[in-house]
């Protein structure tokens, strides 16, 4: 891996981490069309980059990581089981269904329900702003939720929004349970990967890593700023029609 080759990947997985559009996916799609084959090497860099996107979490969120939030962290661990349990218990059937045709299916299929997610809540006031409000029983089933995301192509942060949208959080506080949602889930599957490919790192050239450990940290800090002042203006409908004009695309090129 060049140099070019980190920067593109390191921005593509900050500016798509946490959009309701599938950081795997793209990512897949992008290192197929920049020729780039998944040697263990790229899956280490891989690793690397999804780490930065972590601390950019921790950097921008910073002031919720003391014991006044411990109720909120047990929330964020509470939807977090359903995911690992059924993460690691099919793990390599998950693996299997890595495939542009299967990620650009669920671009479209996502888009859909984001589209019809947002005309059911059109007229309805949610019952959660804030997550102080948030229940266990509403992270339980945003963590229901976010088992679709084990699917190539769904998206972590799609799926998860789109579970908090349904029972009663805001869009702000959709977006903001998120993105702290992905620190366990991010940590797990990063953690994972980095003990299966721990030979790969000393192999690999440490400036790719290094440069594109610092593009995918800046990108996502900047991407999860205007993601929020976005969503102070605007509903989740621009990305559904992403979603589905991408996949269609997808499509038609494979």
Same mark, same amino acid.
């Given at each position: 891996?060049?140099?070019?080759?980190?920067?593109?990947?390191?921005?593509?997985?900050?500016?798509?981490?946490?959009?309701?559009?599938?950081?795997?996916?793209?990512?897949?799609?992008?290192?197929?069309?920049?020729?780039?084959?998944?040697?263990?090497?790229?899956?280490?860099?891989?690793?690397?980059?999804?780490?930065?996107?972590?601390?950019?979490?921790?950097?921008?969120?910073?002031?919720?990581?003391?014991?006044?939030?411990?109720?909120?962290?047990?929330?964020?661990?509470?939807?977090?089981?359903?995911?690992?349990?059924?993460?690691?218990?099919?793990?390599?059937?998950?693996?299997?269904?890595?495939?542009?045709?299967?990620?650009?299916?669920?671009?479209?299929?996502?888009?859909?329900?984001?589209?019809?997610?947002?005309?059911?809540?059109?007229?309805?006031? !949610?019952?959660?702003?804030?997550?102080?409000?948030?229940?266990?029983?509403?992270?339980?089933?945003?963590?229901?939720?976010?088992?679709?995301?084990?699917?190539?192509?769904?998206?972590?942060?799609?799926?998860?929004?789109?579970?908090? =949208?349904?029972?009663?959080?805001?869009?702000?506080?959709?977006?903001?349970?998120?993105? =702290?949602?992905?620190? !366990?889930?991010?940590?797990?599957?990063?953690?994972?990967?980095?003990?299966?490919?721990?030979?790969?790192?000393?192999?690999?050239?440490?400036?790719? =890593?290094?440069?594109?450990?610092?593009?995918?940290?800046?990108?996502?800090?900047?991407?999860?700023?205007?993601?929020?002042?976005?969503?102070?203006?605007?509903?989740?409908?621009?990305?559904?029609?992403?979603?589905?004009?991408?996949?269609?695309?997808?499509?038609? =090129?494979?």
């Amino acid at each position: 891996m060049d140099l070019i080759h980190s920067v593109i990947l390191g921005l593509v997985e900050g500016a798509t981490e946490f959009l309701p559009i599938s950081s795997t996916g793209h990512l897949i799609v992008v290192s197929q069309w920049l020729g780039m084959e998944q040697t263990e090497g790229n899956k280490a860099f891989e690793v690397i980059i999804q780490l930065a996107a972590i601390l950019a979490v921790v950097a921008n969120y910073k002031e919720r990581f003391t014991f006044k939030h411990f109720r909120l962290w047990c929330q964020v661990f509470v939807a977090f089981l359903p995911v690992a349990i059924v993460g690691f218990l099919f793990r390599h059937q998950i693996k299997d269904m890595f495939s542009v045709t299967i990620v650009a299916t669920m671009f479209i299929v996502g888009g859909v329900i984001f589209l019809l997610t947002e005309r059911f809540i059109k007229n309805k006031s !949610p019952s959660v702003d804030s997550l102080d409000d948030l229940s266990f029983k509403q992270t339980l089933w945003i963590g229901f939720a976010q088992i679709f995301a084990l699917i190539p192509g769904t998206s972590r942060a799609g799926s998860t929004i789109v579970g908090a =949208l349904l029972v009663g959080l805001s869009r702000k506080a959709s977006a903001e349970f998120s993105f =702290l949602l992905a620190l !366990p889930v991010m940590m797990a599957a990063s953690g994972y990967d980095m003990l299966s490919h721990y030979k790969e790192f000393a192999g690999e050239q440490w400036m790719p =890593l290094v440069v594109g450990f610092i593009v995918a940290f800046l990108s996502a800090f900047i991407v999860m700023k205007l993601f929020m002042a976005f969503l102070a203006t605007f509903t989740f409908v621009a990305f559904g029609w992403y979603r589905i004009i991408f996949g269609a695309l997808l499509l038609f =090129l494979s």
